[in-house]
């Protein structure tokens, strides 16, 4: 089965699922904003706002091993799963969104898994971390009460605004340092349910060592904070010595300074692994690697 007879496939369904109340369509290439590559946009009749749905994880999965039959309907399962109480429900305002001197203060980055977001990176700016991916959204604040709306950016917007993907990772970088969100805490102060999860080897394991979780204020990809020079500086300021850098999610990462949990960075990534597959649900999953941050170079490396 090919990925045009795939998104096919799971949109029917979605919308039989869904009823005539909503919109289910191809995220195809299209007019300046519109999403491309492997995604369908999920919406409410009359509502000029859509919930962006990646199919790369969903098509993955159903092309390897899993019938074809059951693996639309998994497939159906965990979209609704997803969007569930997400999707807009009234109109946003993007008048801003058409004057780079206007949306210029809204821009974001966020960090994905550069391999599990292939399709989408290909039509959307971005800068490699690492075996991430640093991509741009800009931030709607007040578009919905108490929900965070966002519009992804495209390679069309770049040529609309006349700006380049330098121009947008300096833009969110400097905002992400005037906003100063960064939470930094101790994880014993936290309710942390995927890191507390009754794993008995991976609680003996990290047993006496102090760990912190780095994010926003906000607790939504917040684990781009790992990308900034100043945070991660103030963070080894801390410690006094390097860390290990564990990817809890795209919203988080947890911290380990290197000298009181040691050097077996194999055993923390196993612990990565175990997270990622049994409480994670896959678009929320960062990376299966460990990194370090050398306190002497001031660079973040893989490690395992």
């Keep these: 089965m ?3 007879e795939f998104e096919n496939r799971v949109m029917e369904a979605l919308k039989e699922k869904l009823g005539c109340g909503y919109r289910v369509e191809s995220g195809s290439p299209g007019e300046c904003g519109r999403p491309t590559g492997r ?46 109480g997400r999707i807009p429900d009234c109109d946003i305002d993007v008048s801003k969104f058409a004057d780079w001197d206007s949306i210029k203060t809204h821009i974001r980055a966020r960090l994905v898994n550069t391999e599990r977001n292939q399709g989408h990176l290909e039509k959307a700016p971005h800068r ?43 833009t969110a970088m400097e905002n992400m340092e005037d906003a100063d969100d960064m939470a930094f805490e101790c994880m014993d102060e936290l309710l942390t349910p995927c890191w507390d999860a009754g794993q008995e080897a991976k609680k003996e394991l990290l047993k006496g060592c102090p760990m912190y979780v780095l994010g926003n204020k906000s607790q939504i990809n917040g684990a781009v904070q790992m990308c900034s020079k100043d945070v991660m500086g103030r963070v080894s300021g801390f410690f006094k010595q390097d860390f290990w850098i564990l990817p809890s999610s795209i919203h988080e990462v947890i911290l380990l ?13 196993r612990i990565v692994k175990d997270v990622n597959d049994t409480q994670l649900a896959p678009e929320e999953i960062l990376s299966y690697h460990v990194y370090r941050y050398s306190r002497l170079t001031g660079e973040v490396s893989i490690a395992a």
């Design 128 to 170: 490699d971390f690492l075996d991430l991916s640093l991509e741009y959204y800009a931030d709607m604040p007040g578009a919905y009460p108490g929900r965070q709306a966002t519009i992804p950016i495209w390679d069309g917007h770049m040529l609309y605004w006349g700006v380049d993907e330098g121009t947008l990772y300096q």
């Design 39 to 84: 995604s369908i946009l999920i919406g409410r009749q009359g509502v000029n706002a859509s919930m962006i749905v990646r199919m790369d994880e969903y098509y993955t999965k159903d092309m390897h091993g899993t019938a074809r039959k059951e693996g639309i309907a998994q497939a159906v399962s965990e979209i609704l799963d997803v969007c569930r």
């Design 2 to 4: 090919d990925y045009k």
């Design 257 to 269: 300074p290197a000298g009181e949990y040691g050097e077996d960075a194999g055993e923390l990534a």
